[in-house]
T-cell receptor, first 112, second 115 residues
């Protein structure tokens, strides 16, 4: 079973703080995707990283794919209350069915 | 609005009822998915349809029966469910072009409570 472990599971911080969420696996993935899910909604894609070592920035969010394509991190600078939500990483196995293996999730609460 | 619409958003059903969840995508995608999201568990892939053919069935109990009549519509028929089947059921779609980097778009989900 390909398992994606995320850490931490829960994180409550003050507005303006920085944080990093980790996504780790013993398996290699063809790509790694990060989603954010707000209460009562479905997950929304934030970014896809494909190349080992790749770094992508989305405003205050920085995503990195590990060199061996087994792990990834999400760093948020100067967190805002609007960043609150469930962050999910998902590894793609490739192949014909575009199958994603989802991580265990990190629930982030940013207090004003 | 992600282009994937699910109905109903909330459903409460008894263990002997038969109900269906509906999903419609307006994105011209060629693949559709059902995922289950339970508390404290990762999102679980249930079924995958590619070009209206079921290509994946992840050992889902037969009380869940999917149907994909065309590339834009996906149903999940439910019968004789158990309380532990209560969860958020998410429909998703994607356009499978290559072997990697395909984006999956999720609907807002259907909250199911089995009593």
């Amino acid at each position: 079973t390909q398992l994606l472990e995320q850490s931490p599971q829960f994180l409550s911080i003050q507005e303006g703080e920085n944080l990093t969420v980790y996504c780790n696996s013993s398996s290699v993935f063809s790509s790694l995707q990060w989603y954010r899910q707000e209460p009562g909604e479905g997950p929304v894609l934030l970014v896809t990283v494909v190349t080992g070592g790749e770094v992508k920035k989305l405003k205050r969010l920085t995503f990195q794919f590990g060199d061996a394509r087994k792990d990834s991190s999400l760093h948020i600078t100067a967190a805002q209350p609007g960043d609150t939500g469930l962050y999910l990483c998902a590894g793609e196995r490739g192949g014909a069915t575009n199958k994603l293996i989802f991580g265990t999730g990190t629930l982030l609460a940013v207090q004003p | 609005e992600t282009g994937v619409t699910q109905t109903p958003r909330h459903l409460v059903m008894g263990m002997t009822n038969k109900k269906s969840l509906k999903c419609e995508q307006h994105l011209g995608h060629n693949a559709m998915y059902w995922y289950k999201q339970s508390a404290k568990k990762p999102l679980e892939l249930m079924f995958v349809y590619s070009l209206e053919e079921r290509v994946e069935n992840n050992s889902v109990p037969s009380r869940f029966s999917p149907e994909c009549p065309n590339s834009s519509h996906l149903f999940l028929h439910l019968h004789t469910l158990q309380p532990e089947d209560s969860a958020l059921y998410l429909c998703a779609s994607s356009h499978i072009r290559g072997s990697t980097g395909n984006t999956i778009y999720f609907g807002e989900g259907s909250w199911l409570t089995v009593v």
